[in-house]
Each structure stands twice: as C-alpha cells, then as structure tokens.
C-alpha cells in the first residue's frame, strides 16, 4: 500500500477555500485515491475519492496531477463545522480492501 | 453508502474483565469488516480484517488472543478484549466495506469509546 504524507496541521478563516495536498510517490497503477473527514469522538467519513484528474462533488474537489504522485483536496469557503482531520489514502479495490491510515491534516477554521 | 452502528458506544470496565464491543451493518450485507483502534490525537490503527464465517485476519503486533474478533453473520462482527488493561484504554472503531465498484471506500461506524480502570 502507497504511504501518504500530508501536512500535520493546517488554520483557515470562514469563507476561504482550502487546499489539503497529499504526495504519494510510489502510487501502484490500480490505485485509487480517497480522501476522509474525522471529527472527535467519531468514526471517520468518506469525502471524495478520484483516479485522475479533477472530480467535484457537494462537498470537495479532488485534483489529481498526471503524474498521480500527489493530490489536492479542496473544500471551498470553508465553515467552522469542517474543523476536523482529513485523511488522504491510496489504495485498490482488487486487494484486501484494507486502508492504512497516515497521520492526516488537522484542519483548525477560525471565526 | 452502508449504515454502521456499533454497541455500546461508551463502555467502563474494571481491569482483568473482558469486554464485546458490537458492529453493525443496518443495511449492507458486509462480508468485510475491519476493526481499527485510535488513541488520543493519534491517526486509527488497523487491528484486524473480519471476514464472515471465517478466521479473522490480525495485523502484525495485534494479540489475536486478546481481540477476539467474530463475524458470524453479514450484518454483525464483534469485537471482544479479553482481561483488560488500562493501556487497552482506546477508542475502537468498525468499518464495512464496500461493494463492487466503490473502489476501496468504507463506511465507519461511530465508535466505542473503551476506558478500563
């Protein structure tokens, strides 16, 4: 399974958008990318996943380079509820379906 | 995506008591579940991968012995830590995984927050 490094912390201010990038340089072919939200005391929670290039739904963009060595995450104006950690994952459906988790980004939105 | 519930969602126990904590897939027939354990600030770990009507398959360091893990059925795995310890202290989280074409997503249940005293 491809590792994943992330920033460990990251403060925004309400409105703004931001931008969470992952690098995972050794990324297999089959992989997929899959980005989750946790916030304290709960399980996590799927926010988008993509192969290549850019996929947007409610919640989040998720930018893929060509190269797929690394990927940004983008939540757009931000609110103080998505104060949480986001976790960046890299992984394929064809094994085990088990998902390493790295240390996330702890995402701080200020008033 | 899948519903997953977990049993109790807070638990106390006294050391050397053993203790089940419960999964649920409400409305998925899982096949795979995973078990994770996250201590505090810290990311989750992967204990062990559940399969339905066979042995669990534990990661490397996770005492088999002491979770014990059991998927009898597709809708419920439980996890049981056997004479625990304060270091046991944790809080333990379940996922199901998904199916065909979800490509690796899984669904968490809320969690148990275990304390042992």
């Known amino acids: 399974l491809a590792k994943t490094t992330q920033p460990i912390s990251m403060d925004s201010y309400e409105g703004q958008e931001v931008n969470i990038t992952c690098s995972h340089n050794?990324?297999?072919?089959?992989?997929?990318i899959t980005w989750y939200q946790q916030f304290p005391s709960q399980g996590p929670r799927f926010i988008i996943q993509g192969y290549k290039t850019k996929v947007t739904n409610e919640v989040a963009s998720l930018f893929i380079p060509a190269d797929r060595k690394s990927s940004t995450l983008s939540l757009p104006r931000v609110s103080l509820s998505d104060t949480a950690v986001y976790y960046c994952?890299?992984?394929?459906?064809?094994?085990?379906?088990?998902?390493?988790f790295g240390q996330g980004t702890t995402l701080q939105v200020k008033p | 995506g899948a519903v997953v519930s977990q049993h109790p969602s807070r638990v106390i126990c006294k050391s050397g008591t053993s203790v089940k904590i419960e999964c649920r897939s409400l409305d998925f027939q899982a096949t795979t579940m995973f078990w994770y354990r996250q201590f505090p600030k810290q990311s989750l770990m992967l204990m062990a991968t559940s399969n339905e009507g066979s042995k669990a398959t534990y990661e490397q360091g996770v005492e088999k012995d002491k979770f014990l893990i059991n998927h009898a059925s597709l809708t419920l795995s439980t996890l049981t830590v056997t004479s625990a310890h304060p270091e046991d202290s944790s809080f333990y989280i379940c996922?199901?995984?998904?199916?065909?074409?979800?490509?690796?997503?899984?669904?968490f249940g809320p969690g148990t927050r275990l304390t042992v005293l």
């Open positions: 050794n990324i297999a072919t089959n992989d997929y």
């Open positions: 996922s199901v995984r998904g199916g065909i074409g979800t490509y690796n997503e899984q669904f």
């Open positions: 994952l890299v992984g394929t459906s064809g094994n085990t379906g088990k998902l390493i």
